[in-house]
């Protein structure tokens, strides 16, 4: 069995450390790896050089993605993700504190999974990461790659 990864795009320092806390509050037995603009997400995906060597074929199980990223934004991450064959399935949460009704309109004509605005409190935002773990990581069903 392969290990489940949650990888997280996330440019903000503040919301990757609540983020990483809440998630290891959450007790869910996953790697996160954090990716801090819209290219290093590309690059994760897409195995470019600044990878680091990583294999571009081990996808994680679930991408928490931001819409407001330096170099490239969320939402043409997002694009590029559904016209790969091999990404086109990704689970994809936008986790975002945009309030903006496009951006919302956008995400999901781009084809994410859902969208959540980042809750301001802690203790919200640690049972927010909970949540989206426990349905996206245990009780959600995907397909098998192909």
């Given amino acids: 069995m392969t290990e489940k990864v949650i990888l ?6 503040d919301d990757e450390e609540l983020a990483v806390l809440a998630y290891e509050r959450g007790r869910i037995a996953n790697r ?9 997400a590309l690059d994760y995906f897409f195995g470019t050089p600044a990878n680091g060597g990583r294999d571009a074929q081990v996808l994680p199980q679930l991408v ?6 330096p170099k490239v ?6 694009r590029r993700l ?6 086109r399935r990704l689970p994809v949460v936008v ?3 945009s309030k903006e009704e496009q951006d919302l309109l956008e995400s999901y004509d781009c084809g ?6 980042k809750p301001v409190d802690f203790a ?10 426990m349905y996206w990581l245990v009780l959600n069903e995907q397909p098998t790659a192909t």
């Fill in 8 to 13: 997280l795009v996330e440019d903000n320092q």
């Fill in 32 to 40: 996160m790896v954090v990716v801090r603009d819209g290219q290093e």
């Fill in 64 to 69: 928490l993605l931001d819409l407001k990223l």
């Fill in 73 to 78: 934004s969320g939402l043409e991450v997002l």
């Fill in 82 to 87: 559904r016209a790969d064959p091999r990404t």
């Fill in 95 to 97: 986790l975002t504190s």
């Fill in 112 to 117: 994410a999974n859902s969208y959540v605005r």
């Fill in 124 to 133: 919200k935002f640690a049972d927010a990461i909970h949540q989206l773990q």
